[in-house]
């Protein structure tokens, strides 16, 4: 080594080693006790911050694709609430609204540079995954991940594990009873009648609600809308078809094999021949019928829970004396009764092979799901945002609405013991949503029957024909309540489901089914 490299090294050492001590003994050097300026400046609980800690890192910005929103990802709170927690800032992009799976499949065909992206359709993320187009996180949640594997059951890992390895994160739907009949109450009263609890019942009310004049639209009254569907939640309950697939005898039964599902398109026919179910009811789009049911010419709406606030504002408008609820289970004949409840996954979140940074989407993903930072992600900040009362999480408007009303949407996996009771808070958004959801989820337990396959594991052909099965189930339902219910109608609606790929696919389900 040079004399002239020698002496250099020798001044970057000392160099070096001053700024060390200064560092060291920044607080004690001024006299008058204060803290030195080189020193970092206390928070005002007088402790650093998660988010200086978090700071303090070289963190790589993480660019996400999201599922469709209507109002900013990046602008909105929760996002900068993740940096602020995590110290991970993340770019979102969306999907559009409509096919967002075409889009989707384009996106991943042609390779990108997303770091995780959030699969709506879960059958696609399977899809990716049997493909090899995603990056297998079983190695890094086992390193870098004791929160996701403490927050998520062996349950929901399972239901985005493929041939052994974990390739997404689940984000669990709330269990719940979706669908129902609304009725108009006030149309009960005029006409003399009380809430049917049976279908015999309902038939003499949508009676009363043709023939009285309820609504004052005369000839043009339609006692029950819905849309273009051919299993309709309530009634179908009352003959023990729940879904698609049922559990009979402690096997799996798809739907067009169920024992009574003649009985009930029968009955389904016998409410269109009598001009009580809405005669265009084949070709309504959902629009449709809540025009029906809003503007004050039908009595009775097949609906979900979560579109109630659209409706009630509508009808508010259009008949301010409107009154209107949920009908509970109602009996038929067998004294069968009860609703389907859904479950299963909002979401699968997963890493393209392609992604940069793997690791740190992981590290992302297990920071989020730390107890209380889910809880500030998902609810916000007590007393800004909600408060609690007798154990319920209500929300203190605008604030919660404006801040995290679209919270939902930036969780990736979830706090499983509790992101339920905070998601109640949602509901209060609206009262005639909350007080509705109540009534259809508030019932005996013996009436709620899950979603047999709300919980399966990824099934190759069940994923490629299932949206092909049920049209066929749907749409020959749709033809025997307009055309008539037959031996051979049921024959015609089970060869087409068998040539859907129902066969192979009914094997395949009742492998795994036995398996579980």
Same mark, same amino acid.
């Given at each position: 080594?040079?004399?002239?490299?020698?002496?250099?090294?020798?001044?970057? $050492?000392?160099?070096?080693?001053?700024?060390?001590?200064?560092?060291?003994?920044?607080?004690?050097?001024?006299?008058?006790?204060?803290?030195?300026?080189?020193?970092? @400046?206390?928070?005002?609980?007088?402790?650093?911050?998660?988010?200086?800690?978090?700071?303090? +890192?070289?963190?790589?910005?993480?660019?996400?694709?999201?599922?469709?929103?209507?109002?900013?990802?990046?602008?909105?709170?929760?996002?900068?609430?993740?940096?602020?927690?995590?110290?991970?800032?993340?770019?979102?992009?969306?999907?559009?609204?409509?096919?967002?799976?075409?889009? $989707?499949?384009?996106?991943?065909?042609?390779?990108?540079?997303?770091?995780? &992206?959030?699969?709506? #359709?879960? =059958?696609?993320?399977?899809?990716?995954?049997?493909?090899?187009?995603?990056?297998? $996180?079983?190695?890094?949640?086992? =390193?870098?991940?004791? #929160?996701?594997?403490?927050?998520?059951?062996?349950?929901?890992? @399972?239901?985005?594990?493929?041939?052994?390895?974990?390739?997404? &994160? /689940?984000?669990?739907?709330?269990?719940?009873?979706?669908?129902?009949?609304?009725?108009?109450?006030?149309?009960?009263?005029?006409?003399?009648?009380?809430?049917?609890?049976?279908?015999?019942?309902?038939?003499?009310?949508?009676?009363?609600?043709?023939?009285?004049?309820?609504?004052?639209?005369?000839?043009?009254?339609?006692? $029950?809308?819905?849309?273009?569907?051919?299993?309709?939640?309530?009634?179908?309950?009352?003959?023990?078809?729940?879904?698609?697939?049922?559990?009979?005898?402690?096997? /799996?039964?798809?739907?067009?094999?169920?024992?009574?599902?003649?009985?009930?398109?029968?009955?389904?026919?016998?409410?269109?021949?009598?001009?009580?179910?809405?005669?265009?009811?084949?070709?309504?789009?959902?629009?449709?019928?809540?025009?029906?049911?809003?503007?004050?010419?039908?009595?009775?709406?097949?609906?979900?829970?979560?579109?109630? /606030?659209?409706?009630? +504002?509508?009808?508010?408008?259009?008949?301010?004396?409107?009154?209107? =609820?949920?009908?509970?289970?109602?009996?038929?004949?067998?004294? =069968?009764?009860?609703?389907?409840?859904?479950?299963?996954?909002?979401?699968?979140?997963?890493? /393209?092979?392609? !992604?940069?940074?793997?690791?740190?989407?992981?590290?992302?993903?297990?920071?989020?799901?730390?107890?209380?930072?889910?809880?500030?992600?998902?609810?916000?900040? +007590?007393?800004?945002?909600?408060?609690?009362?007798?154990?319920?999480?209500?929300? &203190?408007?605008?604030?919660?609405?404006?801040?995290?009303?679209?919270?939902?949407?930036?969780?990736?996996?979830?706090?499983?013991?509790?992101?339920?009771?905070?998601?109640?808070?949602?509901?209060?958004?609206?009262?005639?949503?909350?007080?509705?959801?109540?009534?259809?989820?508030?019932?005996?337990?013996?009436?709620?029957?899950?979603?047999?396959?709300?919980?399966?594991?990824?099934?190759?052909?069940?994923?490629?024909?299932?949206?092909?099965?049920?049209?066929?189930?749907?749409?020959?339902?749709?033809?025997?309540?307009?055309?008539?219910?037959?031996?051979?109608? &049921?024959?015609?609606?089970?060869?087409?489901?068998?040539?859907?790929?129902?066969? +192979?696919?009914?094997?395949?389900?009742? !492998?795994?089914?036995?398996?579980?």
């Amino acid at each position: 080594m040079s004399r002239k490299k020698g002496l250099f090294a020798l001044l970057v $050492l000392l160099l070096s080693f001053t700024t060390v001590l200064a560092a060291c003994g920044g607080k004690n050097n001024d006299a008058g006790g204060k803290s030195g300026e080189g020193s970092a @400046a206390p928070s005002a609980s007088g402790k650093a911050t998660e988010s200086s800690v978090a700071a303090a +890192e070289q963190k790589p910005v993480l660019k996400a694709l999201r599922n469709y929103m209507q109002v900013d990802y990046n602008s909105y709170p929760v996002n900068q609430y993740i940096e602020e927690k995590t110290g991970y800032k993340v770019q979102n992009d969306m999907l559009p609204q409509e096919k967002p799976s075409d889009k $989707l499949n384009l996106i991943m065909a042609s390779g990108t540079d997303y770091d995780f &992206i959030d699969a709506l #359709n879960t =059958q696609d993320f399977f899809n990716f995954a049997k493909n090899g187009a995603l990056t297998d $996180l079983t190695p890094l949640i086992e =390193q870098y991940g004791p #929160n996701i594997k403490q927050m998520l059951s062996p349950e929901s890992l @399972a239901g985005a594990t493929v041939d052994g390895k974990i390739y997404g &994160i /689940p984000t669990l739907n709330v269990s719940y009873v979706r669908d129902g009949l609304l009725i108009r109450t006030d149309w009960l009263e005029k006409v003399g009648k009380s809430m049917p609890t049976t279908l015999d019942e309902f038939v003499d009310v949508l009676k009363a609600f043709k023939e009285q004049d309820p609504g004052g639209n005369g000839k043009n009254n339609i006692p $029950l809308t819905i849309d273009s569907i051919g299993l309709v939640d309530n009634i179908m309950g009352a003959f023990g078809i729940y879904g698609q697939w049922n559990e009979l005898d402690g096997k /799996p039964v798809n739907v067009s094999n169920h024992p009574a599902l003649k009985d009930y398109a029968a009955f389904m026919r016998s409410l269109y021949e009598q001009g009580l179910l809405d005669k265009e009811f084949a070709t309504n789009k959902s629009a449709t019928s809540a025009e029906k049911f809003t503007s004050g010419r039908a009595g009775v709406m097949w609906t979900r829970w979560s579109s109630i /606030p659209g409706y009630d +504002e509508a009808i508010k408008k259009n008949v301010p004396d409107a009154a209107y =609820q949920f009908i509970p289970p109602m009996k038929g004949p067998d004294g =069968q009764s009860g609703f389907t409840l859904f479950g299963g996954f909002n979401k699968i979140t997963f890493v /393209p092979k392609s !992604a940069k940074h793997p690791e740190d989407v992981v590290k992302l993903v297990n920071a989020m799901l730390d107890p209380e930072t889910f809880k500030g992600v998902f609810v916000g900040e +007590e007393g800004v945002t909600y408060t609690i009362e007798n154990g319920n999480y209500m929300p &203190i408007e605008p604030a919660f609405f404006d801040q995290r009303g679209s919270a939902n949407n930036f969780v990736i996996g979830m706090d499983e013991s509790n992101f339920v009771t905070y998601w109640q808070a949602r509901l209060q958004k609206s009262k005639a949503m909350f007080d509705n959801f109540q009534i259809v989820n508030n019932i005996p337990k013996e009436q709620i029957h899950q979603d047999v396959l709300a919980f399966a594991p990824y099934l190759p052909k069940y994923s490629a024909n299932v949206a092909k099965l049920e049209s066929a189930v749907n749409d020959y339902l749709i033809k025997m309540i307009v055309d008539g219910v037959s031996d051979d109608s &049921i024959a015609s609606l089970q060869k087409a489901w068998k040539g859907a790929g129902g066969e +192979e696919v009914a094997q395949e389900v009742s !492998a795994w089914y036995a398996s579980k």
